[in-house]
């Protein structure tokens, strides 16, 4: 028998970092230094230890989403989630979003809600994204359009760092291997 250690599915992203351009300032290279600030961020992240939200440019928005049904109390709680897979051939599941980015409209039975009359947004952890409604009869579908982030950490403690090209002081470098490792709750 075997048994699943999480409820939904955890994700990794290979990056490779092909360029980046790291240049000792003055006034012929105004170009700020990509290396550096990709040793910086991964330096403040500890390596694998501290998350962060992350935009998948290919995976970050839904439309249309449906999150529930009114049930006609106020302060009626739907989980922000995401549906995946493909439908028609019962492949299709749901997961809570990591972190909002943008709910640019929530509708309530078709009609776009107002943020503040008709529904609130809460954050309780970095994992729960949740929508109240305020407002509304009972039986009507909710529905959003929303971008979101993925919660991420690095997933090794160590990045290789290649120079490539460029004199001493001024230089191309790469990462052949970052890879981003997804974060449940």
Same mark, same amino acid.
């Given at each position: 028998? &075997?048994?699943?250690?999480?409820?939904?599915?955890?994700?990794?992203?290979?990056?490779?970092?092909?360029?980046? &351009?790291?240049?000792?300032?003055?006034?012929?290279?105004?170009?700020?230094?990509?290396?550096? &600030?990709?040793?910086?961020?991964?330096?403040?992240?500890?390596?694998?230890?501290?998350?962060?939200?992350?935009?998948?440019?290919?995976?970050?928005?839904?439309?249309?989403?449906?999150?529930?049904? $009114?049930?006609?109390?106020?302060?009626?709680?739907?989980?922000?989630?995401?549906?995946?897979?493909?439908?028609?051939?019962?492949?299709?599941?749901?997961?809570?979003?990591?972190?909002?980015? $943008?709910?640019?409209?929530?509708?309530?039975?078709?009609?776009?809600?107002?943020?503040?009359?008709?529904?609130?947004?809460?954050?309780?952890?970095?994992?729960?994204?949740?929508?109240?409604?305020?407002?509304? *009869?009972?039986?009507?579908?909710?529905?959003?359009?929303?971008?979101?982030?993925?919660?991420? &950490?690095?997933? *090794?403690?160590?990045?290789?760092?290649?120079?490539?090209?460029?004199?001493?002081?001024?230089?191309?470098?790469?990462?052949?291997?970052? $890879?981003?490792?997804?974060?449940?709750?």
């Amino acid at each position: 028998m &075997r048994v699943g250690y999480w409820t939904y599915p955890m994700y990794e992203w290979d990056m490779p970092v092909s360029v980046m &351009r790291d240049f000792k300032p003055c006034a012929a290279y105004l170009i700020p230094s990509e290396l550096k &600030r990709l040793q910086g961020f991964f330096l403040a992240a500890q390596g694998s230890l501290v998350p962060f939200p992350f935009e998948d440019p290919d995976d970050n928005t839904v439309v249309g989403q449906s999150i529930g049904t $009114t049930d006609g109390s106020s302060s009626t709680e739907f989980t922000l989630i995401r549906t995946y897979g493909d439908i028609s051939y019962g492949g299709a599941e749901t997961e809570p979003i990591g972190l909002l980015n $943008t709910l640019s409209t929530l509708y309530i039975n078709g009609v776009p809600g107002v943020l503040g009359t008709d529904y609130s947004v809460t954050t309780t952890t970095p994992y729960g994204q949740y929508v109240n409604i305020l407002n509304g *009869d009972s039986g009507h579908p909710i529905t959003v359009d929303m971008t979101y982030y993925f919660w991420v &950490r690095f997933k *090794d403690d160590s990045l290789d760092f290649e120079k490539f090209s460029g004199a001493p002081g001024a230089g191309y470098w790469a990462v052949k291997k970052l $890879t981003l490792h997804s974060l449940k709750n």
